[in-house]
């Protein structure tokens, strides 16, 4: 069984960098290498939201977060990071880990709060 596990959220100033860790497991084989892994937030009130993928064709980004954030995944630890610069008040919510394995199978980690106030 695919179990995702989000660390280093926590409470940070604008302006400030923070970095969050997604590590998998039940992953046999080449199949971490091949999932397509993911970095969601939802904030307060509002849905769900992609923030930064990794696939096997390279690493994607929200508009809002393209040039702060970094999202790098090591397969040999079957792990994935979102170095997260420049943060905003607007960047804060429950930050979610997402693995898509094929053909059809979405696993979500538990998330891990951020929270960026002066």
């Known amino acids: 069984q695919v179990q995702l596990v989000e660390s280093g959220g926590g409470t940070v100033q604008p302006g400030d960098s923070l970095t969050l860790s997604c590590a998998a497991s039940?992953?046999?084989?080449?199949?971490?290498?091949?999932?397509?892994m993911a970095w969601h937030r939802q904030a307060p009130g509002k849905g769900r939201e992609l923030v930064a993928s990794?696939?096997?064709?390279?690493?994607n980004y929200a508009p809002s977060v393209t040039g702060r954030f970094t999202i790098v995944r090591d397969n040999y630890k079957k792990s994935i990071t979102l170095q997260m610069n420049n943060l905003r008040p607007e960047d804060t919510g429950v930050y979610y880990c997402?693995?898509?394995?094929?053909?059809?199978?979405?696993?979500w980690g538990q998330g891990t709060q951020v929270t960026v106030a002066s």
């Open positions: 997402k693995a898509l394995v094929a053909p059809s199978s979405v696993y």
């Open positions: 039940g992953f046999t084989g080449s199949t971490f290498a091949l999932a397509g």
């Open positions: 990794s696939t096997t064709a390279g690493p």
